[in-house]
């Protein structure tokens, strides 16, 4: 149980960076949050704040531990609210926020199959590739697709998302097909606008590697679907999801290059503020998301 209150308490001074202001939201003195902090950092033997008289933040170490209490931490509500659930219900106001061409996708349409499994649950969703502040802007859960920024929300991965960089026949006929990512500036590149959510670039495997190629083209747009349809028109080589171009790739639409530099995978993600006395309505939402994108039935493209 010490064990698991440092944990608790090591998540909360992360989220509310403040040993003071964690120490009050659960009661105590922060002298009692600090010797918490002490004993965690003693026994792991490793720093994971950086103290000053004025503020509190996470080391390198500290980041990527975070990462996995949150998880652990978020595991323990499922199981709790599973088993505490029972015959209750879910209700209430659930607030989704996902990104414009991924939500239209891949979150509308699950929306009515969730509604209709919980009747009582009021859906609102908020489909922008903004990125939304979910903790001001009163947002249950959010989607997200792509690298995440450290924080200290909660997270869970949802599926794996591939990106490819795409360009129509009729661009590659007339430009050439790029041989190395280092040669993509000297093509016209379709980007996101800097307002939109994808703010680290394009990245590749270079030399074993990941690279995040920082790409300023003619044109950009903070909508991702004009993106996809510039690429279409021929007006560039664009950088998008495999759920977004699988079936314009199948039926020649679209010619995915560099392909021997393409980076891993990285994730689609259900963001939430905390994973402490998450209502049931949330919970079961992600247990859905998670549930539906685990079944690879699901990722398989329409015919169209």
């Known amino acids: 149980?010490?064990?698991?209150?440092?944990?608790?308490?090591?998540?909360?001074?992360?989220?509310?960076?403040?040993?003071?202001?964690?120490?009050?939201?659960?009661?105590?003195?922060?002298?009692?949050?600090?010797?918490?902090?002490?004993a965690l950092e003693e026994r792991l033997g490793v720093k994971l704040f950086v103290r000053t008289t004025r503020r509190i933040s996470l080391t390198h170490e500290g980041s990527a531990f975070l990462e996995s209490c949150q998880r652990l931490l978020a595991d323990l509500a499922s199981a709790e609210s599973g088993v505490s659930a029972g015959g209750v219900r879910a209700s209430g106001h659930l607030r989704v926020t996902a990104p414009a061409g991924f939500g239209r996708r891949h979150v509308a349409p699950l929306v009515p199959r969730y509604l209709a499994a919980h009747p009582e649950v009021k859906v609102s969703l908020n489909l922008s590739d903004r990125v939304v502040d979910i903790?001001?802007?009163?947002?249950?859960?959010?989607?997200?697709?792509?690298?995440?920024?450290?924080?200290?929300?909660?997270?869970?991965?949802?599926a794996d998302n591939r990106r490819l960089c795409v360009a129509s026949p009729a661009y590659l006929e007339r430009m050439g097909a790029p041989a190395h990512p280092d040669e993509l500036a000297r093509h016209e590149c379709l980007t996101l606008s800097s307002d939109a959510s994808q703010t680290r670039g394009w990245a590749f495997s270079i030399d074993g590697a990941v690279t995040h190629l920082r790409l300023n083209g003619r044109l950009d747009c903070s909508d991702g679907?004009?993106?996809?349809?510039?690429?279409?028109?021929?007006?560039?080589?664009?950088?998008?999801?495999?759920?977004?171009?699988?079936?314009?790739?199948?039926?020649?639409?679209?010619?995915?290059?560099?392909?021997?530099?393409?980076?891993?995978?990285?994730?689609v993600y259900?963001?939430?503020?905390?994973?402490?006395?998450?209502?049931?309505?949330?919970?079961?939402?992600?247990?859905?998301?998670k549930q539906t994108y685990s079944d690879e039935h699901y990722w398989r493209p329409p015919e169209s």
Do not use: Y
């Open 225 to 267: 679907q004009v993106l996809h349809d510039w690429c279409l028109a021929g007006l560039g080589l664009a950088w998008r999801s495999t759920w977004e171009v699988q079936n314009d790739l199948r039926h020649g639409r679209l010619v995915s290059v560099l392909d021997d530099f393409a980076a891993p995978p990285n994730g």
């Open 1 to 38: 149980m010490d064990k698991f209150k440092q944990l608790e308490s090591f998540v909360s001074v992360a989220a509310r960076g403040s040993l003071t202001a964690a120490a009050q939201a659960e009661g105590v003195a922060p002298a009692v949050m600090g010797r918490r902090i002490d």
């Open 270 to 289: 259900a963001v939430f503020p905390h994973a402490k006395h998450m209502p049931l309505r949330v919970r079961l939402w992600i247990d859905f998301l």
């Open 135 to 158: 903790v001001h802007e009163g947002v249950d859960c959010a989607v997200r697709v792509g690298d995440l920024p450290d924080s200290s929300l909660v997270s869970v991965r949802l």
